[in-house]
């Protein structure tokens, strides 16, 4: 009978792994436009870079506000509906931004849809997380997060193919796709049964006190740095390559396709990142992606030929977002189910200070003559503080009984 059971739940985990993962997708698709779209907005109206910069920074103000407010909203309301209202926001706010005829109407549409962007990520991280099996619920997390790599992929092409040819309205028009699939989400995800399992739903007030109790303080104040450190050398670095690759006598089509060949590996840095957290454990693959990747970043910086630029790039992709996929199942675990998307959303909100900071600090560092070695060389440092404050204060949070069961997950 135990078997029966688990044979007819793998449909079902693939399917709402299948669901969450789409509407991440798109997500990563935005973001990854983003830098594309950017490059080209740039040159269409002879915006500096420290303009250029704001605009990527204020997208992540709003990524903050939704992350911390979803991850509330999520707790009391329900995964699923936070989920699906997030996805309208973005994608609304989003097409909207095609119409922008002025640098200060798309600073307020950024806002919007990062707002939806940073709510969406760990409400979905959390759905997932409480949808799967527990001796696979980390690979569950790490699979849903490897959607943002195939996001990214089709960002590359589409900004390849679509934005040098019609604009960058075209990629803005584009990114507002996923609201119709928040309407057919409505109708098809369930609630998870950890949340339906919930008699009584916390005060908001009592769900943030509680991150800062004797309890979870230290999990919380390592999550929030360990969080700051990847959004600050995550954004700063991969919103600026398209336009580094150009600022180093490459044209911008040329830089599009560097940049697409960089993302190819951030697909099996997702999957071998997916393999490790359940065989090796979630800190361990935590802190060992970002020293690698620290190191990618440090090797791109120092680079003087397209050779090194695209082995450095491959490496810096493959690694840093394996580590994001860790980060994630890492977070979601240190939390219960009461708390467990408020500690996860106030972590990524918190985080999101370095996505608002890293953009703007390297246009202020590029407009100044600094060079890239020592802007790669900052993030070099970041990510190495980053794995140091996990690996000598973080816990791991594996589930005791997966650890000993040795049984292969479902996944």
Known sequence: MGGQTARKSRPLSWRLLGLCGVGLL????????LAFIFAALAEDWGLAPNITGLL?????????????LAGLLA???????????????????????ALAGTVAVLLVLRVLAGMGL??????ATTYVLESAPESSRGRAVVYLNSFWAVGMLVAAFVSY???????WQAG??????????????RRRLPETPAFR????????????SRLWGTEFRRQTAVLWLLWFAANFSYYGMFLWLPSVMVLK???????????????LTQIPGYLSAAYLVERWGRKPTVVAYLLLAALSALGFGLSDSLGMLLAFGLALSFFNLGAWGAIYAYTSEQYPVRIRATGTGWAAGFGRLGSIAAPYLVGLAIGAGVGFAWIFGAFFAVMVLGALVVAGFGRESRPVNAVKSGRRPPW
């Open 249 to 263: 006598g490459y044209t911008l089509v040329r830089s599009f396709a560097y940049v697409l060949i960089m993302t």
């Open 172 to 185: 803005f028009l584009i990114g507002a796709l996923p609201a119709l699939y928040a309407v057919y989400l």
């Open 161 to 167: 193919f679509i934005i040098p040819a019609f604009g």
């Open 26 to 33: 798109f997500d990563a698709m935005e973001v990854g436009m």
């Open 56 to 68: 990527g920074s204020v997208n992540f103000i709003g990524m903050a506000v939704g992350a911390a």
């Open 197 to 208: 399992r919930q008699a009584v739903r916390p005060s908001l007030f009592g769900q943030v």
């Open 118 to 123: 940073g709510g969406e990520l760990p409400v």
């Open 75 to 97: 707790d009391r309301f329900g995964r699923r509906r936070l989920f699906v209202w997030t996805l309208m926001l973005y994608s609304l706010a989003t097409g909207a931004s």
